[in-house]
Each structure stands twice: as C-alpha cells, then as structure tokens.
C-alpha cells in the first residue's frame, strides 16, 4: 500500500475515506501487493466490459485530469486522456512542457503546486529518476507517474502484467524473457520488480553494456526468483512463456558511441518465432524501432497492440482508485 499519502487531503465526500486508494499517488510499482493486483484486475476487467458496453461512463464527471509530460510520449499521454474522458472527467494536457513556464526555469514543485490548483491528479513523465516521488512530497492531490527517467514506468508494468493475465490467464508458473535495453528500460525495471510477486522465472538478454541493474537483480534474488542472463535470445527462447521485447534507447546513452556498438542487437523475425512455444506472447511497451520486424504484426501471439488496449482500462482503475470511485 502507498506511502505517498497527500500531506493536506482534501475528503470532499465522507465514503471515499474508507477506499483504501483514494488520495495516494502512485510512484512506484513497490507500493503494491500482491492483493492490491487482484484488485487493480479487477475493476480494470470491469472497465473493459464497461467500455466495451457503453464506451464512455459518468464515473469522474466533474473531475479533472493534468497531464504534465517533460517528454515525449503517444500511448501513456493519449491513453490518460482517454481514460479520463471516457470516465466522463476532462483534460489539462501538457504535453509539450516548453510552452509551460517551465521553460521559464519554474521548478517541478512549483509546477505541481499550480496545476493542483486545477486539477483533481496529475500524470507526470519527467526524464528525472525520482521526479515523481519528490513531486508527490510537494502535492497535496495524487500524482501518477507516468515514467520518470530510467527509473520506473509503474502503469506501464500494470498494464503488462494485466496483458499476461488476460492473454495467458495466469501469472504463476511462466518464465518471462525481457529482451534488449534493460539498464535504461524503465518499463522492464517496474515490471521486473512487480513478476516478483508471482512465482515465475525471468531471463534477461542483453548486450553487456545494457544489462538489468545489479540491484534489481538483487531485490529478486532477495525474494527467491530464478533469474538467468544471456546474450543471445536462443538459448531461452523455447522455455519462454512471455517475450517482452524493448527499444534500445538512444536519448539516454551518454557516450553516443555505445549506442552504435548495440543498435539493432535484436531483431524478431518470424523466423525467430519458429523457435518459440505455440502458446507464447509477444509483448513491447512500444514505440518500437526495427527490433521487432512488422512481418511479427500477423502472427497471433504478438500481443503488442493489444497491450496497448488494456493500457487504457488499466489507467481507467487506476484514475477511479485514486480519485475515491473504485
Ligand atoms: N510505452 C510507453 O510509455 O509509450 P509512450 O512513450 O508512447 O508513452
């Protein structure tokens, strides 16, 4: 459970009190229990059918969202807002921060403290480890991060262990294999960290330079998780359950000469998946470029457009949790 508690909340309606979510921010996915999970699930699962019924609900009517991005993002910034939206709530996007005043030189908490003047919670990505968490210590409303540097995206690995269970209906009992930029890639670090609430095996595979952190592979060890590391994708290939496969990320390499020596490591071809089992699933948090060849689109265990999806029910229960409505 969260210890990101606003330090002044507001309880404008006496029931909320008691829903156990309600005024927390969520900054990183350690703030969750195996039980919150169940829970997350299944208001997600119940957003879906929702949708799928009436597509867009008074839930959050009155409610207001600000999403504060400092860099770029497609899915987690369109997603929020469709989230909102479909909740009945509305937007304040800012999704290009250099027509803030930040670009004025306004500091995180003073942005933060503005915008919660506005708004009911705010999203927030910033290219900062930790801009979150020191974010959520200023803000008296919830703050969700939506990805903070190479730190953690913890929606992001919501959303992904949500695809897992809807895909392959259990968590328990998979082996997990997390391919390419592991040492920048914030989305594998949150999801690393959340599979470790389950009983399953993780294989990373990487070049040397990008491998998992030391002290995430730690944290699992710590929890009793089988882990193993490679640097070719055949050898764990056909004992895997789950490929999630990421984007080496130019903009965070300092030395611009490292990123050339890895680009383009791996490639997933259809080729590639004849090594893989038939009931398996391709999963990447996207965007995606050319470490999964478009000829993968087809093949029914590429999930990664569905993942997609399921972001938006994920982020629908995550804004009516912490907006006391879930
Ligand atoms: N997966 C993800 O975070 O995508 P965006 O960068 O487009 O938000």
Known sequence: MS?????????PFGDQRTAPWYGKSIVSVNQFSREDLTYIFAVAHEMREMVVRIGTFDLLKGKILANLFYEPSTRTSSSFTAAMERL?????????????????????????????CYADV?????????????????????????????GEHPTQALLDLFTIREELRQVDGLTV?????????????????????????????????????????AELEAKGIPQAEYTALEAC???????????????????????????????????TLKAAKERMIVMHPLPRVGEISMDVDDDPRAAYFRQMEYGLYVRMALLAMVLGKA
């Not at 895997?240 to 496969?245: E, R, S």
């Not at 903009?251 to 080729?271: C, D, H, L, S, W």
């Open 237 to 271: 290939l056909p004992e895997t359950d789950v490929l999630y496969v990421t984007r080496i990320q130019k903009e965070r390499f300092e030395n611009p000469e490292e990123y050339e020596q890895v680009k383009g490591a791996y490639v997933i071809t259809p080729e």
């Open 3 to 11: 210890t990101y508690a606003p330090q002044n909340p507001h309880l």
């Open 122 to 150: 705010v999203v927030l990505r910033h290219p900062q480890k930790g801009a979150s968490a020191l974010a959520a210590r200023y803000a008296r409303k919830p703050i969700i991060n939506a990805g903070d540097g190479a």
């Open 88 to 116: 009945g709530g509305s937007v304040i996007p800012i999704n290009e921060v250099k027509y803030s005043s930040v670009s004025k030189g306004e500091s995180l908490p003073d942005t933060i403290r503005s915008l919660e």
């Open 177 to 217: 294999t997390m391919l390419g930029d592991l040492r920048y890639g914030r989305t594998v670090h949150s999801l690393a960290r959340l599979l470790s609430l389950y009983n399953v095996k993780i294989n990373y595979v990487s070049p040397e330079v990008v491998a998992m952190p030391r002290e995430i592979i």
